[in-house]
């Protein structure tokens, strides 16, 4: 087997694992821990590890990079989301969170934060 693709293979159930595990925690602890736990740093931390590991420390420290501007987005994706399920219900929230993000995502990257 072709070592990109054991790479990739490797990379996913990691994820997988990842994300299962913090959801299993969340419906063990309750909702707000949940969401504690839907907040850490799960997938950027094992991203950025499988990064250095895969790639070297340079690539890892530039993916850490967009990692920050990420969840400085990742707050008003949250914020909104806490605004507006009450308000508009899951499917409108998600859509305004989801545009809040790209919005905030976007106008960081353009604007070359933190160079």
Same mark, same amino acid.
């Given at each position: 087997m072709d070592s990109r693709i054991?790479?990739?293979?490797?990379d996913f159930i990691f994820g997988g694992i990842i994300v299962a595990g913090a959801?299993?925690?969340?419906?063990l602890l309750g909702p707000l821990?949940?969401?504690l736990i839907a907040g850490a740093p799960i997938r950027a931390g094992g991203t950025i590890f499988l990064a250095g590991l895969h790639r070297g420390e340079e690539f890892a420290t530039q993916v850490a990079r967009g990692a920050v501007?990420? @969840?400085i987005a990742n707050v008003g994706f949250a914020m909104a989301l806490y605004l507006?399920?009450?308000k508009f219900g899951l499917y409108r929230a998600f859509l305004v969170a989801s545009i809040i993000f790209i919005s905030l995502a976007a106008t960081m990257t353009k604007n070359?934060? @933190?160079n």
């Open positions: 054991k790479t990739i293979a490797f959801l299993l925690m969340a419906s821990y949940g969401g501007l990420a @969840m507006c399920l009450p070359e934060f @933190m």
